[in-house]
T-cell receptor, first 111, second 115 residues
Framework: TQLLEQSPQFLSIQEGENLTVYCNSS?????LQWYRQEPGEGPVLLVT?????EVKKLKRLTFQFGDARKDSSLHITAAQPGDTGLYLC???????????FGPGTRLSVLP | GAVVSQHPSWVICKSGTSVKIECRSL??????MFWYRQFPKQSLMLMAT?????????EQGVEKDKFLINHASLTLSTLTVTSAHPEDSSFYIC???????????FGPGTRLTVL
């Protein structure tokens, strides 16, 4: 069974600070996706990374896929209160298995 | 962009009744749809995978007779919670896998409260 771990579980920071969230596994994934979910809503896809070592940028968010495709990171620069939410990583296995979700990182950005 | 809708957004029912939740992909075809359950402050737990025209595949521990899934078309899957009980109260979220881009898009979720 492929499992994903995320760290930290909770993060509370001040507006303007930088942060990094990690998603790790002992398994290889064909792709990893990052989602952001707000209370009472469904997750919203932020990015999909497919190639080992890949780096993608989305405004103040930078996503990296590990060389071995077992881990990924999300870095947010100059966090804003609007970044508050639950950040989930999800991986699809090499054999087209269902998506596996990590437990999530709950981010709170204080004004 | 790809949009997935769910209906209803929230429902309150009495114990013992059945509730049907619809999941629709509005602007793309989805051969595969997934049903998740999420408890407060927890991550998503996959309940079942629904493939168009075939029986759903349920995750271990999920009762298929209690959570009936029908995926009758490439744009619609339904989840029926039969004989609902208070412990079935949860946030149910569906997702649809885009046929072309192989990405998963989520619906807004349905909050079920069983009294």
């Amino acid at each position: 069974t492929q499992l994903l771990e995320q760290s930290p579980q909770f993060l509370s920071i001040q507006e303007g600070e930088n942060l990094t969230v990690y998603c790790n596994s002992s398994s290889v994934f064909s792709s990893l996706q990052w989602y952001r979910q707000e209370p009472g809503e469904g997750p919203v896809l932020l990015v999909t990374v497919v190639t080992g070592g890949e780096v993608k940028k989305l405004k103040r968010l930078t996503f990296q896929f590990g060389d071995a495709r077992k881990d990924s990171s999300l870095h947010i620069t100059a966090a804003q209160p609007g970044d508050t939410g639950l950040y989930l990583c999800a991986g699809e296995g090499n054999y087209g298995q269902n998506f596996v979700f990590g437990p999530g990182t709950r981010l709170s950005v204080l004004p | 962009g790809a949009v997935v809708s769910q209906h209803p957004s929230w429902v309150i029912c009495k114990s013992g009744t059945s509730v049907k939740i619809e999941c629709r992909s509005l602007d793309f075809q989805a051969t595969t749809m997934f049903w998740y359950r999420q408890f407060p402050k927890q991550s998503l737990m996959l309940m079942a995978t629904s493939n168009e025209g075939s029986k759903a595949t349920y995750e271990q521990g999920v009762e298929k007779d209690k959570f009936l899934i029908n995926h009758a078309s490439l744009t619609l899957s339904t989840l029926t919670v039969t004989s609902a009980h208070p412990e079935d109260s949860s946030f149910y979220i569906c997702s649809a896998k885009d046929r072309l881009y192989n990405e998963q898009f989520f619906g807004p979720g349905t909050r079920l409260t069983v009294l």
